[in-house]
């Protein structure tokens, strides 16, 4: 029997495709993203506003980018899952038991392991951003920053 955290088990119903051996694109990690999460399972499943304070460092050459990103109350977050396993088509989530299609979950497990997240935007300081609502691993890649421009609600 397989256990939750034993990400390389497939559970009943299942399947797992074999990956291309090449990637089309190149992806520049940005920064390096720094949460209380150390286990897939310690994780939440979605991140809250009122969640904890998490930092997002960015690397230096790209801190420029961050002018006036401090005039938005809330930014996404876009993030490389990079513990996620990338070869389910149908994924089973403990949550539900019911096989489903990984487009449509929100499972880290997908082909290209890219998420994204609605943060408050709590600080800047230097290339160091403190935010709230993230759901992600200690030390995930960062992908990009955005401001969120939706009204509140």
Known sequence: MSRPDDDNQLRAGEVAVVLPPDTNAGVFFIGTIHTPW???????KRG???????????????????TDLADHPRI??????????????LQTPIRTGQTTGSFALRSPVRPNPIASSVVALVAIDGA????RGLD???GTPLIDLKPDRRPPG
Request: with cysteine; proline share 6%; charged share 25%.
């Open 136 to 138: 992600c691993l200690d």
């Open 48 to 66: 809250t506003l009122d969640g904890p304070i998490c930092s997002i460092v960015i690397d230096p050459r790209w801190q420029q980018a961050l």
């Open 76 to 89: 996404q977050v876009l993030y490389w899952m990079h513990r996620a396993r990338r070869d389910l088509v």
């Open 38 to 44: 150390r286990a897939r399972g310690a994780c939440p």
């Open 128 to 131: 160091t951003l403190k935010v």
